[in-house]
């Protein structure tokens, strides 16, 4: 008993706990039965709610879909606004290149979905067509403000974006740019006759007009003028058809000069960082290929018609004052520099201009006038040097009157290879080669002129000082040049050889041996036409030919050797007044030849025993061995 009570309070206490053990397996009971019947009840909720996210990505994606297509072929509200709008800015012109945009993704659509397509480019059609006469107007009005923007001073960029806007409707585009020509074409015409008249800002530089007195001057400064204006209205134009073009050079410019020195390599970067971001705002609005670009410019026929009609309206000025200088019979130098120059500029600015329009055919029209002036010129002076010839001179030098024309060829030369080297000079030399034959051929009529009432060694002389003053005045590296100088030598080196053989004949006549010479060639000249057997007779009778027997050949040498001790020059006296001292030297080792093999030939035709002659008598007779003769020569 004493046990039982002692475990009584905890019997209490357990009986409480399997109370509360009860109360909670009913809770849990109770609590698992409202888990079930929630289960039970969400299980369709949650099916529903995966079902609607499954409906939800899909309508995110038709949106995707549909906002997509709304970007491509629907205009948003800023550029519809744009397009309403009275004023022509960037929005406008974004606005109409959008347009272009949805046009050609209409285009593509229609290879697919035709029906739809068709409606979206009816539907476009009007507003783009009313956007492009808006632009039209406005770039027709701001033609007479871009038309006087100085050459060297940036275009309105605008400006240029609705010009390449514009290229879309081509009749519209050449409308603009043929007005946009006529209208520099007059600021051109007027920039012209001011730089003639006025000259530049404070009148630095003077007027051209100030040098009208010096006509190479004058027409030189004219073209250069008309060379530069070209270029900048040239790039004026390329400005306004491919801006990203001329970016491009004006970038390849900059990056050339930026290598000198590290400032200028600074500046190169950031140029070059300048010129991407505008060619990155210009690329929307250019429908060419950069890459391209250059390369479609320089076929543009288009732009060779444009800077020809700038350029034309100077073609008339230019004329009448280039004409002028030519009317005023310049000499005949001056008239070839003038040819020169204008050919020079032909060549240079025919690239730029359409070979068959106004100003490439003036310049051409100048040249062929400047080359009939040079040419009358020249006529005229041959016929007044023909007509009127000019008396030998003492020293028989050239006269005043033919060493006045070999200078004026030194001088034509001297321009000609001042030229520029290629096509053009090789045209060049084919027209002043026909002239430079003109003119030897009347120098060499002159001297014959000049030349009468002068011995025969005198004449020879006079004309080869003058030939040889010519061939001075031919050199030149050029070789159509050369080809007329290899002319003259070949006729200074005949000349040579007979005054060589002249005065050989000349130095053996007065020392008695000519005579002998001559019979002792003929008698050779026989034996060698005969046959062996009446060689073999006749050689013992060379003794008996007249001037060549015993007595004869002893008179004549015996003359011959005294002559030659007491000579002072193999030369006659005319000979010191040949102007070439190579010339005379030349001679002179000539003539010391002639005499010492005619000395030898007969040395040895005597000394032969089968010609009649003994060894005794030819030992009397032969005081000197031929070399002991060309010792004496100095040969």
């Known amino acids: 008993k004493e046990l039982l009570a002692k475990f009584s309070m905890v019997k209490c206490v357990l009986d409480k706990t399997a109370e509360a053990l009860d109360d909670l397996e009913k809770d849990i009971h109770r609590a698992s039965e409202r888990v079930e019947a929630a289960r039970k009840s969400t299980g369709a909720l949650v099916e529903q709610a995966a079902k609607m996210e499954t409906q939800r990505t899909t309508i995110q994606e038709k949106s995707r879909v549909v906002d997509k297509l709304l970007r491509q072929f629907q205009l948003d509200p800023k550029h519809s606004l744009a397009l309403e709008g009275s004023e022509v800015d960037e929005d406008f012109l974004d606005a109409i290149r959008r347009v272009n945009e949805i046009r050609d993704n209409c285009h593509?659509?229609?290879?697919?979905?035709?029906?739809?397509?068709?409606?979206?480019?009816?539907?476009?059609?009007?507003?783009?067509?009313?956007?492009?006469?808006?632009?039209?107007?406005?770039?027709?009005?701001?033609?007479?403000?871009q038309a006087n923007t100085p050459p060297e001073h940036q275009v309105n960029e605008t400006f240029v974006k609705a010009l390449l806007l514009l290229r879309h409707r081509p009749a519209y585009f050449s409308h603009c740019f043929d007005m946009l020509a006529d209208a520099r074409r007059v600021v051109l015409i007027k920039r012209f006759i001011a730089a003639l008249?006025?000259?530049?800002?404070?009148?630095?530089?003077?007027?051209?007009?100030?040098?009208?007195?010096?006509?190479?001057?004058?027409?030189?400064?004219?073209?250069?003028?008309?060379?530069?204006?070209?270029?900048?209205?040239?790039?004026?134009?390329?400005?306004?058809?491919?801006p990203d073009t001329l970016r491009l050079s004006l970038r390849q410019?900059?990056?050339?000069?930026?290598?000198?020195?590290?400032?200028?390599?600074?500046?190169?970067?950031?140029?070059?960082q300048q010129d991407e971001e505008e060619a990155d705002k210009l690329k929307t609005f250019n429908s060419y290929d950069s890459k391209d670009a250059k390369e479609d410019l320089k076929k543009d026929s288009q732009l060779l018609a444009a800077t020809s009609r700038v350029v034309e309206g100077i073609g008339r000025p230019l004329c009448v004052r280039v004409e002028h200088?030519?009317?005023?019979?310049?000499?005949?130098?001056?008239?070839?520099?003038?040819?020169?120059?204008?050919?020079?500029?032909?060549?240079?600015?025919?690239?730029?201009?359409?070979?068959?329009?106004v100003f490439c055919q003036a310049l051409k029209g100048l040249v062929t006038k400047a080359q009939a002036t040079f040419e009358k010129l020249v006529d005229a002076q041959v016929t007044n040097i023909i007509d009127?010839?000019?008396?030998?001179?003492?020293?028989?030098?050239?006269?005043?009157?033919?060493?006045?024309?070999?200078?004026?060829?030194?001088?034509?030369?001297?321009?000609?290879?001042?030229?520029?080297?290629?096509?053009?000079?090789?045209?060049?030399?084919?027209?002043?080669?026909?002239?430079?034959?003109?003119?030897?051929?009347?120098?060499?009529?002159?001297?014959?002129?000049?030349?009468?009432?002068?011995?025969?060694?005198?004449?020879?002389?006079?004309?080869?000082?003058?030939?040889?003053?010519l061939e001075g005045a031919l050199q030149s590296s050029e070789p159509a040049i050369r080809q007329v100088a290899g002319q003259v030598s070949l006729?200074?080196?005949?000349?040579?050889?007979?005054?060589?053989?002249?005065?050989?004949?000349?130095?053996?006549?007065?020392?008695?041996?000519?005579?002998?010479?001559?019979?002792?060639?003929?008698?050779?000249?026989?034996?060698?036409e005969t046959d062996e057997k009446e060689v073999q007779k006749?050689?013992?009778?060379?003794?008996?030919?007249?001037?060549?027997?015993?007595?004869?050949?002893?008179?004549?040498l015996s003359a011959f050797y005294g002559y030659l001790v007491g000579v002072t020059s193999l030369l006659t006296p005319e000979m010191d007044r040949v102007a070439d001292p190579w010339i005379r030297v030349t001679v002179r080792e000539g003539v010391g030849l002639i005499v010492s093999e005619a000395y030898s030939s007969l040395d040895k035709s005597i000394r032969d025993p089968l010609l009649g002659y003994s060894e005794q008598v030819s030992a009397r007779m032969l005081k000197h061995s031929p070399e002991q003769i060309r010792t004496l020569l100095d040969v």
């Open 491 to 528: 006729e200074i080196k005949s000349r040579i050889q007979g005054l060589i053989k002249a005065q050989g004949d000349a130095f053996l006549a007065k020392s008695g041996l000519l005579e002998t010479v001559r019979k002792l060639a003929e008698w050779q000249k026989d034996e060698s």
């Open 197 to 242: 008249c006025r000259g530049g800002p404070n009148g630095q530089p003077r007027p051209i007009e100030i040098h009208a007195g010096e006509p190479l001057r004058y027409v030189s400064d004219m073209l250069a003028w008309v060379h530069q204006a070209l270029a900048m209205e040239r790039e004026f134009l390329v400005s306004v058809i491919s």
């Open 388 to 469: 009127t010839p000019a008396p030998y001179t003492n020293d028989l030098s050239p006269p005043s009157g033919i060493q006045s024309l070999i200078e004026q060829i030194a001088a034509l030369i001297k321009v000609f290879e001042g030229t520029l080297v290629g096509s053009l000079q090789e045209r060049d030399g084919d027209s002043l080669v026909p002239i430079l034959s003109k003119l030897l051929s009347t120098i060499q009529d002159a001297a014959d002129s000049s030349a009468k009432g002068l011995s025969k060694g005198n004449s020879s002389v006079f004309k080869l000082n003058i030939l040889c003053a």
């Open 108 to 145: 593509k659509l229609l290879q697919s979905y035709q029906r739809v397509g068709l409606e979206m480019v009816e539907s476009l059609a009007k507003r783009q067509e009313r956007a492009y006469q808006k632009l039209f107007n406005w770039t027709q009005r701001q033609i007479p403000k």
């Open 253 to 272: 410019r900059r990056n050339s000069s930026a290598s000198l020195d590290s400032k200028e390599n600074q500046n190169k970067y950031m140029y070059q």
């Open 538 to 556: 006749q050689r013992t009778r060379m003794v008996e030919v007249p001037g060549l027997d015993e007595s004869s050949l002893v008179s004549t």
């Open 325 to 357: 200088s030519l009317v005023f019979q310049p000499s005949v130098v001056l008239s070839y520099k003038l040819k020169s120059v204008l050919a020079f500029y032909l060549s240079t600015l025919s690239p730029l201009v359409e070979p068959e329009g």
